[in-house]
């Protein structure tokens, strides 16, 4: 390149930097800055999801000695300092179990209810719905439960909540409303669950009609 090409080229440069310096500064500035958020986004979900993975190992330690204080106050612990990660509502679903199992039925219910509201996945967020409502239907809270669980359109579920929905009603003294819940589980649930059909079978049977 001669000497007089180079200088037309750096007076090129110069006016285009002119022209565009600013804005092409700016534009590397906002890119780095985008970059390192997400570098330190992607950091600290790992050093949560590592958090919170360490708690969920005394969770199932507590739960192996039915300690409900201990559960309690970890599962509380993990809601409050890990509450987006899929641990904690593994969390809730267990500690709800436990609880259940060692008579603490209040506790029990305000882990389920935890998971219904926040439950990262809305599988968890189902399933928590499905057991709540069977724990209202022990203490005859039927339209409570009933309310918990609409009947979806489709899905996965659709049988399950179903049979969930008929279980509440037949308590309730609604026998009809029973039947078809029964009959709409029985069409939603696959050939391959013999033995929830069978079970969900011998309930419309037990109602007559």
Known sequence: ???????????SFKAWWAQWGNATTWIVLIVLLALAAWNGW???????AAEAAVLYDQVQQASASSDKA?????????ENRF????????????????????GDTVGAKAQLQWAA???????FR???????ASVLLDEKAYDQGLALIPQPDSGPFKGIVADSRGDLLAAAGKSDDARAAYKLALDS???????????????????GG
Do not use: C
Not at 85 to 94: E, I, N, V
């Open 1 to 11: 390149m001669s000497y007089h090409d180079e200088q037309e080229s750096i007076e």
């Open 42 to 48: 992607n950091f600290w979900q790992r050093r949560q």
């Open 70 to 78: 201990m559960l309690t106050r970890i599962a509380t612990d993990m």
């Open 83 to 102: 509450g987006g990660t899929a641990y904690a509502q593994m969390t809730a679903l267990g500690v709800a179990k436990s609880l259940y199992m060692a």
């Open 117 to 123: 509201d926040h439950a990262k996945d809305e599988e």
């Open 126 to 132: 189902q399933v928590a719905k499905i057991r709540l």
């Open 189 to 207: 649930l696959p050939k391959s669950d013999a033995s929830e059909r069978q079970l969900i079978q011998f309930k419309l049977d037990a109602l």
